[in-house]
C-alpha cells in the first residue's frame, strides 16, 4: 500500500475534477480548430519511477514530445506532457490554419500544447481553489530518449507519482495526442488534503 493510496470516494471526486477540466480544454481546442474532438476516459494510475518510461512507451509511440511543469498553491504540481506520433505532428499546419512557413514546427506544436495544458490545468486549479503558474513549454528533441534524460534533470524527485493520461482525438483530422500528467507523492498527499475539503462540503 502506498502512502497516497486513494480512497474511492477520493477517487471519484479526482475523477470528477479532471473530466470537467478535460472537457473544457476538449471544448477549447474543438473552438480553436473549428471541429470536433473525441476524448476517451482518462486513465489514472500510480506508477514507480524506475517504471515511467516503460508505461509512457506503452501509451504512444512518440516522436514528438512538449514538457511544461506546473506549480500551484499548497505544494500541488508536476509535470504535463503533450505526446504526438510522427504522423500526427506534421499535420499541425494545417490543423491550426497555418501558412507553410508561417511558424516554425517547434512553434506550432508548443503553440497546440500551450493551449491544451493551460486550459486543462486552469480549469483543474479553479474547482480546486488553487491557482496554477508555468515554466515555459519545452519540446524534446526526439521522443522518449531525450524524455529520458529531461525527466532525470527535473527539480523534484520521486520513486512514485500519479499518473493521468488523457487522450485527445481531432476526428476531421485523424489526429491524436496524448497528454500525460505527472503528480509526485508529495504533491498527491496535497491534492488528498484539497479533496478531502470537498469532499465534506457534501
Not at 1 to 22: G, K, R, W, Y
Not at 53 to 69: C, E, M, P, R
Request: charge should be negative; aromatic fraction near 10%.
Amino acid at each position: 500500500m502506498s502512502a497516497f493510496d486513494l480512497t474511492e470516494d477520493q477517487q471519484d471526486c479526482l475523477q470528477e475534477l479532471i473530466n470537467v477540466a478535460m472537457g473544457q480544454a476538449s471544448d477549447q481546442l474543438a473552438r480553436y480548430l473549428d471541429t470536433f474532438v473525441y476524448l476517451k476516459v482518462p486513465n489514472i494510475e500510480q506508477v514507480k519511477s524506475d517504471q515511467l518510461l516503460d508505461t509512457l512507451n506503452q501509451d504512444l509511440k512518440a516522436t514528438a514530445v512538449v514538457s511544461q511543469g506546473f506549480f500551484g498553491f499548497e505544494g500541488i504540481r508536476g509535470e504535463a506532457l503533450l505526446m504526438y506520433e510522427a504522423q500526427d505532428s506534421h499535420r499541425l499546419a494545417d490543423l491550426l490554419g497555418y501558412e507553410a512557413d508561417e511558424l516554425s514546427f517547434d512553434e506550432q506544436i508548443i503553440d497546440l500544447s500551450s493551449i491544451l495544458t493551460t486550459t486543462f490545468l486552469n480549469v483543474f486549479a479553479s474547482q480546486i481553489d488553487n491557482q496554477m503558474s508555468y515554466s515555459a513549454p519545452r519540446l524534446l528533441s526526439t521522443g522518449l530518449s531525450a524524455l529520458t534524460q529531461y525527466l532525470q534533470q527535473q527539480s523534484f524527485n520521486w520513486d512514485l507519482a500519479l499518473k493521468v493520461r488523457i487522450s485527445y482525438q481531432v476526428t476531421d483530422y485523424s489526429f491524436n495526442c496524448e497528454m500525460v500528467l505527472l503528480i509526485p507523492e508529495e504533491a498527491i498527499m496535497n491534492i488528498k488534503t484539497v479533496i478531502d475539503r470537498i469532499l465534506e462540503e457534501f
